[in-house]
């Protein structure tokens, strides 16, 4: 068996601080390579440092998936091919059964929930792991190292974000998703090269671009949430202490990213270069 190819990434991390607080902004990727070794340098070091981790969600995950598809049903409503341009539909039953889920199986779904796992599975065939993703690797050394966990959103509240969408919005995100597919592959690579290199800027335009052509979905789940994390820091930075916050690195990036959210509350916000 040939040895796993180690890929050192180098990811981007930024720091706000007082006389009394630190705290360290590092964006994250949802799902990773199992190779990618990015728990180093910086980034590591920045954590050691830290009594507080804050995530997007530091709630154990027991019951999560349930309560997932418990909510992504829609057993009286239309079902989702009837609801879908004319246009699409062969498209969205081919690319089901592209991933042996037999179409039947997700008639009475939520068009929120087929478009997210449309955009997860072809991931998964690519050797994207979400037991690899910077999130869980960050949650499990938290908690092996004894640190304050603290989640900015729950679980329920996330699934909310898209069940709350309008019907003609959810069924927007799943055309456009089956639109993105046959270059979704490469979309990925291009993404984690990104942030492997540390280039959020063009991370971000890569990772944002489906949302900035659709401006609601973009203020739900993006500049809102966003907006939110940037009051969140600001309270903190009343209290003394470092803190490691870790979130997905498209909230990082662009006209409306927490940083550019934060300095317009007073707060500057630096790329951290070097930690000794």
């Known amino acids: ?47 050691d440092k830290s009594q507080d981790v804050v995530l997007e969600v530091a709630e154990e995950e027991t019951g999560t ?22 246009a699409s539909r062969a498209r969205y039953l081919a690319a089901l059964e592209s991933h042996g889920l037999a179409p039947i199986l997700f008639e009475r779904v939520k068009p929120w929930f087929a478009a997210i796992t449309l955009s ?32 900015l959103e729950t679980s329920d509240q996330q699934i909310g974000f898209f069940e709350s969408l309008p019907d003609p919005l959810q069924i927007q995100m799943l055309d456009e998703t089956l639109n993105e597919l046959p270059q979704l592959g490469d979309t990925i690579g291009n993404m984690i090269a990104a942030w492997s290199a540390g280039e959020p800027e063009k991370l971000a335009a890569l990772m944002n671009d489906t949302l900035e052509v659709n401006p609601e979905l973009e203020q739900r789940l993006l500049t809102d949430r966003n907006a939110r994390w940037a009051d969140w820091i600001t309270a903190r930075m009343e209290k003394p202490g470092t803190v490691f916050m870790a979130v997905g690195a498209g909230h990082l990036a662009g006209a409306s990213s927490v940083q550019a959210l934060l300095a317009q509350r007073g707060i500057d916000t630096t790329l951290v270069k070097r930690i000794e």
């Open 120 to 151: 997860v599975l072809p991931l998964r065939n690519h050797g994207y792991d979400p037991a690899s993703g910077a999130d869980h690797r960050i949650k499990l050394m938290a908690k092996e190292a004894g640190k304050t966990l603290i989640g």
């Open 1 to 47: 068996m040939a040895a796993q190819h180690i890929v050192h990434a180098h990811p981007a991390l930024w720091i706000a601080k007082d006389h009394d607080t630190t705290i360290y902004l590092f964006g994250t990727v949802h799902l990773l390579k199992p190779e990618i070794q990015w728990f180093e340098g910086n980034v590591r070091k920045a954590f």
């Open 65 to 86: 998936q349930g309560k997932l598809m418990q909510r992504a049903l829609d057993i009286d409503g239309p079902t989702i091919t009837s609801r879908l341009p004319e």
